[in-house]
């Protein structure tokens, strides 16, 4: 199983950004997939989480201000951000995961900074 994530780059406070990630090697459509991300000295969090048949739960963090979605079709995951803060600054990570939340495999990650 392979997760690919692109998107992340720099972006003023206030901004909008959508990563992508793409899996390969695994029957993605049965999968639960979620975005976490990990910020300098801090432990990884799960921020949104997504279901085979496209239900979706939140981080409080991100809550109103995220969305995830999915692309059965391309295989792919998304994580839409808008009024991106400098707190949102970190490397986001998307899992496939398992039935009980465990996770089954990672991405890289891809850097989303938030700076003006």
């Known amino acids: 199983v392979q997760l690919l994530e692109y998107g992340g780059r720099m972006v003023q406070p206030g901004g909008s950004l959508r990563l992508s990630c793409v899996v390969s090697?695994?029957?993605?459509?049965?999968?639960?997939m979620a975005w976490s991300r990990q910020a300098p000295g801090q432990e990884r969090e799960l921020i949104a989480r997504i279901s085979s048949d496209g239900m979706t739960m939140y981080h409080d963090s991100v809550k109103g201000r995220f969305t995830i979605s999915r692309d059965n079709g391309k295989y792919t995951v998304y994580l839409e951000m808008k009024n991106l803060q400098p707190e949102d600054s970190a490397v986001y990570y998307c899992s496939l995961r398992r039935s009980d939340n465990s996770v089954l495999s990672w991405g890289r990650g891809t850097q989303v900074t938030v700076s003006s």
């Open positions: 090697g695994t029957d993605f459509s049965i999968a639960p």
